[in-house]
């Protein structure tokens, strides 16, 4: 089966910087897409940025130069390195993974959605 475990989550003042990760674990020979998304209290989970295999990326217009998703495809890992942090980022950060391949080929969850536990950003003074 497949995990996605993310790390990172913390108290930051405004305009600080934090950097998640999120390590898939199982037996993955590919990933399509990895992602990030959030949700605030009270509101929606939304969309954060995404990256392919390709390394093509796609940001919300939020945090657009602020943001930068990056990934390392020997280690299954994303990151999204977050500066100039704003109270308003402060959310529950969910890491994404689609169109999970094994080693014969197959794609896990017919190529389905896996989500992470989620991890706590908060900026505040």
């Known amino acids: 089966q497949v995990q996605l475990v993310e790390s990172g989550g913390d108290l930051v003042q405004p305009g600080g910087s934090l950097r998640l990760s999120c390590a898939a674990s199982?037996?993955?020979?590919?990933?399509?897409?990895m992602g990030w998304y959030r949700q605030a209290p009270g509101k929606q989970r939304e969309l954060v940025a995404t990256?392919?295999?390709?390394?093509?990326?796609n940001y919300a217009d939020s945090v657009k130069g602020r943001f930068t998703i990056s990934r390392d495809n020997a280690k299954n890992t994303v990151y999204l390195q977050m500066n100039s942090l704003k109270p308003e980022d402060t959310a529950v950060y969910y890491c994404?993974?689609?169109?999970?391949?094994?080693?014969?080929?197959?794609?896990?969850?017919?190529?389905?959605?896996?989500w992470g536990q989620g991890t706590q950003v908060t900026v505040s003074s």
């Open positions: 994404n993974a689609e169109g999970i391949k094994d080693y014969t080929g197959s794609f896990y969850r017919r190529g389905g959605d896996y």
């Open positions: 199982g037996k993955i020979f590919s990933i399509y897409a």
């Open positions: 990256i392919t295999s390709g390394a093509s990326t």
